[in-house]
């Protein structure tokens, strides 16, 4: 762990020059999803900030209101935050704009950087994400990839809403792939085995 740069955050250098930015989930940390994204890709370097705002005892990247009700002004400047971290651990690593690889309230501030700061990301795998906010001016996506990993039985992120942000990033011009699985908000194998493949293409 180190605290040198704005956020508390985790860096494994790896082998390969694509990097990944890890964001957990609620009450998770910066060691969280480490093991998932050497499991998706072994090679990669990995940044994984841990998100500055408490809830109670849990770590999240933004603040909410209430379950699935955000605090927008918050969720945005967290966005800002978060990418100007990025930008930051990228010079002082020498990182090429890493994946997002993000985890429910991870996956949902990842939305809101390609949303808000695209230049932050290459692209990004959301597991469990929702549209965090609704755009006022679609930013310019074209040239990024993006898997939208959603369960058909999850109560956070109703299918509609995955399906709505899947629309607009790919009105956006991103790359995206939409998968729809057997699963609630936690996550299964084929979270894994798709991540994996769609990393490796
Ligand atoms: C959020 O707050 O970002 C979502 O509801 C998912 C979560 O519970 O973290």
Redo the contacts with the bound molecule.
């Keep these: 762990m180190t605290s040198r740069l704005s956020h508390i955050h985790r860096f494994d250098a790896g082998t390969d020059k694509r990097p990944l930015l890890l964001l957990h ?2 009450g998770g940390d910066e060691h969280d999803l480490i093991d998932l994204g050497r499991a998706v890709a072994p090679g990669a370097p990995l940044l994984s900030p841990r998100g500055q705002v408490r809830e109670g005892a849990a770590n ?1 990247f ?1 603040r ?1 209101l209430a ?2 009700v ?1 605090d927008i002004a918050d969720l945005k400047a967290r966005t800002q935050a978060l990418a100007d971290f990025t930008a930051e651990a990228r010079a002082a690593y020498g990182l090429e704009p890493p994946v997002a690889l993000g985890f ?2 991870g996956a ?1 501030i990842a939305a809101a950087l390609l949303l808000l700061r695209p230049e932050a990301l290459s692209g990004a795998i959301l597991l ?1 994400a ?1 549209l965090p906010f609704e755009p006022d001016t679609l930013p310019d996506l074209a040239g990024k990839r993006v898997l939208l990993l959603s369960g058909r039985a999850d109560p ?2 109703p299918v509609a809403t995955s399906q709505r942000l899947a629309a607009l990033l790919a009105q956006a011009g991103a790359d995206v792939r939409h998968e729809l699985l057997q699963a609630g908000h936690g996550l299964v194998q084929q979270d894994l085995a798709l991540a994996r493949q769609w990393w490796a293409e």
Excluded: A, H
Aim: hydrophobic fraction near 20%; charged fraction near 25%; charge should be positive.
């Design positions: 989930g609620t999240r933004f909410r379950e699935g955000f429910s309230n949902n469990r929702t956070l992120t």
